[in-house]
């Protein structure tokens, strides 16, 4: 069984700083693209940032870009989004998704959601 656990989430103020983890269990995330999304309140899924499979590449939301960081732990099977310079309009559930396609296969899972929320 496929499990995707994002922890790590809570309050913080504004300018603080937390790092979100997306453990994986039942598959080997190296094969995988990772991305984290996030929703806040009354608003649409947004895609904040992706770590590629094959090289590593990354890319970023420009409203996160320079203050997040996506990196992953292949030995620890884990993915990590480290947010700092929060700001309050970084306040929503945040999602990680491993998603892999290959010859006539295609794999996509998603976790529970942890929540920021950036608040003085």
């Known amino acids: 069984q496929v499990q995707l656990v994002e922890s790590g989430g809570g309050l913080v103020q504004p300018g603080g700083s937390l790092r979100l983890s997306c453990a994986a269990s039942?598959?080997?995330?190296?094969?995988?693209?990772i991305a984290w999304f996030r929703q806040a309140p009354g608003k649409g899924p947004e895609g904040v940032s992706s770590i590629s499979s094959s090289d590593g590449s990354t890319a970023y939301a420009d409203s996160v870009k320079g203050r997040f960081t996506i990196s992953r732990d292949n030995a620890k099977n884990t993915v990590y989004l480290q947010m700092n310079s929060l700001k309050l309009e970084d306040t929503a559930v945040y999602y990680c998704n491993a998603y892999y396609s290959g010859l006539q296969k295609e794999y996509d899972y998603w976790g529970q959601g942890t929540q920021v929320t950036v608040s003085s």
């Open positions: 039942g598959i080997d995330l190296k094969y995988y693209a």
